[in-house]
């Protein structure tokens, strides 16, 4: 008999709801951690979330206009993420 892997729905039902809800907070801190310490751009100082993710932008484009975006270009250059 040939070795399956499991399915998800198999790992769902042996895992519980506890065990998932655990990993998914762990991904999410080691996540941070690397994007904090060890990405490429972690020395370039800006805003902590903007360090996480791009989704400020989208939040200024919709807000106030690409001025917001064009000022922290003008800031801290091209690499704002």
């Known amino acids: 008999m040939a070795f ?3 399915t998800a729905a198999v790992l769902a039902e ?3 709801p506890s ?4 990993l998914v907070a762990e ?6 951690v690397h994007q904090k310490t060890f990405a490429p751009l972690a020395k370039i100082p800006g805003l902590f ?3 996480l ?3 400020w932008s989208v939040y200024h484009m919709m807000r106030c206009g690409c001025y917001e975006v064009v ?3 003008q800031k ?3 690499n704002i993420s």
């Not at 065990?19 to 655990?22: E, Q, V, Y």
């Not at 991904?27 to 941070?32: G, H, N, Q, T």
């Open 4 to 6: 399956r892997p499991p």
């Open 14 to 16: 042996n895992l519980g």
């Open 19 to 22: 065990t998932i809800a655990s």
């Open 27 to 32: 991904s999410i801190f080691l996540y941070i």
């Open 49 to 51: 979330l903007a360090g």
């Open 53 to 55: 993710t791009p989704l």
């Open 71 to 73: 000022r922290q270009c």
């Open 76 to 78: 801290y250059g091209r």
